[in-house]
């Protein structure tokens, strides 16, 4: 049989497995569990669903995705009840309330003293500072904090902290914006400061006259020319749930998430601008032909933070959940993962094989459900309801017509499970961006599914992408099939060009890091291997060396053309992780990598977000700088033992030496990372943490001043 991409507990007979889902089927009356069960529908080009219809479908990896739009609000009604789970309901709106307001709904900000006040009037900056760690250059990724060179931008809780950050002696918080709900992400553009996080307000969306399923986002923007006095000049709220957002230029392209839900005014994703109130106009929503079974509405909102009088450019697409999204200069690409179904293959197979059983009266009784209207009952609920008419006709069977039965449907169900090659794929949607427009581009698929934003790169018009097939075990066989790892190539409309696949059988990717026209690549089962992969012809992509070596990377990050760094986690041969582990790879010989460095700490539980958060990771090679937050925990003798702060590293070409702790433990989580981001402006290093931002000489690490943060995160003194 061949790979697939679907993961089972374990071995079990095809009979036995077969008797359990019969039996599961006869008890269901629209519950939804159970693997794979949820709404399954496929729309075909020019065939909307209308109330009171019914469309039988699933996901088919043979056919290609189209995107589609709605001919009609009737259509996107019928489309919108249609793909409702049984579960639907309308929004609850929690107990957060609406930003204080600097007008009618803005942040308020707490202004210092007029003599501080006028000293915090910026002028561009000559001073040498870091940046945020983007994936892409020239597209910056929304963040906890930012810096100019002379100013600090941070959210610290409910609160953002506008800090006079250099000279460090002098530095000092010169305005607090407050909010009564919770600042998430931010972006500096000149003298904008753009700040956005989830809102959620009973009384406000009873005064707009508002009900939303999913919330909303609030989306201020302040003039920051005098840094003491930031002035709210605009403020958006947008229905749904923060999502992601990046920054090219002025324009920011601002994601968020929604659930599906019918409204007769305003029935798509809502913006309010100030006190009035549109929703995302009816050609701009799209949506494909695939069979959604947790669907959500992702649009993309472009606005130009230094102009901010101007229109927002607003694209809706409905996606399934658990979506990544990475963005290039030019396009935005959104992710998901898409399976063909053992569950609902077999459900279909034994209908086929009931069908003839059907007496008139049920088959009128099917005929009803599938005209009932949609807001009575959802496609997910009228399937369900059908398929237990179908399966009551096995109680009417003796043991011996039912066994035949139940060989007939195996049969059946290994012939159709051998029509593909793979069962998992990653479903990708691509939105051009340039210069605050939005459009909806094309559509691909390659087998497998991705780790994060950085399994995928776009080079000279091509998408590049690396994915791991998981490891499963086959219903017909008694062996499993193992997990395997590919690399595919894209061109700019969406079609495969190119793939490598078959790559370290059994094991997973960790990491990925594009780099030109090389991908270097970890996976991991119990040692370390560490790919190079050369796609200078993305038509032919092929594996040019690889090393071994015990433990594993999660980030990769290039020092420069011929070094890698690997942070990740060191490894016994069995696959028992030790302590936390930062490599240096020279892949200047493409074809020999070598580990020429390494630092392993001596705690074995040490942990850094920066295995996951590549924002945490703050890198100079100029400045032979290197520093991640990092903490653990020790106990012995009853004691625990431990640090928590952030690791300062010395880091060349061929050495990685830890400096210091610049030690934040007095502000820790009690069991996570104290640091979040660490930044370096001129001589000196910023470590900052939940209520305070410590300032240290990166000559020597000596302290120079800290600069506390009241985050009011918790509403509780802590003392």
Request: aromatic share 10%; hydrophobic share 35%; glycine share 8%.
């Amino acid at each position: 049989m061949k790979k697939s991409g679907l993961t089972n507990t374990g071995p079990i007979t095809a009979g036995a497995l077969l008797s359990m889902v019969l039996l599961s089927l006869l008890i269901m009356s629209g519950c939804s569990e159970g693997p794979g069960v949820g709404p399954n529908i496929i729309d075909q080009p020019g065939a909307q669903l209308e109330p009171g219809s019914y469309k039988e479908a699933r996901f088919d990896p043979k056919e290609q995705v189209e995107t589609l739009q709605f001919a009609s609000a009737d259509d996107f009604k019928a489309f919108v009840i249609s793909h409702a789970s049984s579960g639907y309901s309308y929004a609850y709106y929690g107990a957060r309330t609406e930003v204080i307001a600097l007008d009618s709904a803005g942040g308020g900000a707490s202004m210092p003293a007029p003599e501080q006040a006028a000293k915090a009037v910026a002028t561009p900056s000559a001073n040498d500072f870091s940046q945020t760690n983007n994936q892409v250059a020239g597209v910056d990724e929304a963040d906890i904090i930012k810096t100019d060179g002379d100013y600090i931008y941070t959210i610290s809780g409910s609160r953002v902290y506008i800090i006079k950050a250099y000279p460090g002696e002098d530095a000092d918080v010169v305005a607090t914006i407050e909010y009564k709900n919770m600042p998430t992400s931010l972006f500096v553009s000149g003298n904008h400061l753009a700040v956005f996080g989830d809102f959620n307000d009973l009384d406000f969306f009873r005064r707009m006259d508002l009900r939303l399923r999913s919330g909303m986002t609030f989306f201020n923007i302040y003039d920051i020319s005098n840094r003491a006095e930031p002035k709210l000049v605009k403020e958006y709220k947008f229905e749904g749930n923060y999502f992601n957002a990046r920054m090219t230029g002025d324009f920011v392209y601002f994601v968020v998430s929604s659930q599906p839900e019918y409204r007769p005014v305003l029935p798509t994703p809502i913006i309010v601008e100030g006190a009035a109130k549109r929703s995302v106009p009816l050609p701009d929503v799209y949506y494909y032909n695939i069979p959604y079974r947790n669907m959500q509405f992702i649009t993309v909102h472009a606005l130009n933070i230094a102009q901010p009088s101007g229109d927002v450019n607003s694209k809706t697409i409905a996606v399934e959940a658990s979506q990544n999204l990475y963005m290039s200069e030019k396009n935005i690409y959104v992710t998901y993962t898409e399976s063909v179904n053992e569950y609902d293959l077999q459900r279909e197979i034994m209908k086929e094989l009931l069908d003839s059983q059907i007496i008139d009266s049920d088959r009128a009784v099917i005929e009803k459900i599938k005209a009932a209207d949609n807001d009575i009952l959802s496609q997910y609920e009228k399937e369900e309801k059908i398929m237990q008419i179908y399966f009551s006709y096995l109680n009417y069977m003796d043991s011996e017509e039912r066994g035949g039965l139940e060989d007939k449907a195996e049969e059946l169900l290994k012939k159709r499970l051998e029509e593909y090659e793979h069962l998992e794929f990653t479903v990708i949607n691509k939105l051009s961006v340039e210069d605050g427009s939005v459009e909806v581009g094309g559509n691909g698929k390659v087998p497998g599914q991705i780790i994060n934003q950085f399994s995928l790169d776009e080079n000279d018009d091509v998408l590049r992408i690396a994915t791991t097939i998981s490891a499963r075990w086959s219903r017909f066989s008694k062996e499993r099939t193992e997990s395997v790892n590919s690399i595919y190539a894209l061109d700019s409309s969406m079609k495969v060009i190119g793939e490598l696949s078959g790559l370290a059988e059994g094991e997973s990717i960790y990491s990925t890091r594009f780099i030109g026209d090389k991908l270097y690549m970890v996976t991991f089962r119990q040692v370390d291997p560490f790919f190079v992969i050369d796609l200078s012809d993305p038509r032919a992509i092929k594996e040019l060396g690889q090393l071994k070596i015990p433990g594993f990377s999660r980030y990769l990050h290039p020092y420069d053309d011929h070094t890698i760094i690997g942070i990740g986690q060191d490894a016994a041969e069995t696959g028992r992780t030790k302590g936390l582990k930062i490599s240096l790879f020279d892949v200047s010989d493409f074809e020999n990598p070598r580990e020429i460095a390494k630092f392993v700490t001596g705690e074995r539980y040490a942990q850094s977000t920066a295995l996951y958060e590549h924002k945490a990771f703050l890198f100079s090679r100029e400045k032979d700088l290197m520093v991640i937050p990092a903490y653990s925990y020790e106990y012995r003798d009853g004691s625990r033992e431990g640090y928590n702060g952030a690791f300062v590293f010395k880091i060349t070409r061929d050495e990685i030496r830890l400096r210091g702790l610049i030690d934040h433990s007095k502000d820790e989580v009690r069991y996570g990372p104290a640091v979040e981001r660490s930044l370096y402006i001129e001589e000196l290093l910023y470590t900052k943490s939940m209520s305070l931002v410590r300032i240290n000489r990166i000559s020597d690490l000596g302290s120079v001043k800290n600069i506390s943060l009241e985050s009011k995160g918790i509403g509780i003194p802590v003392y």
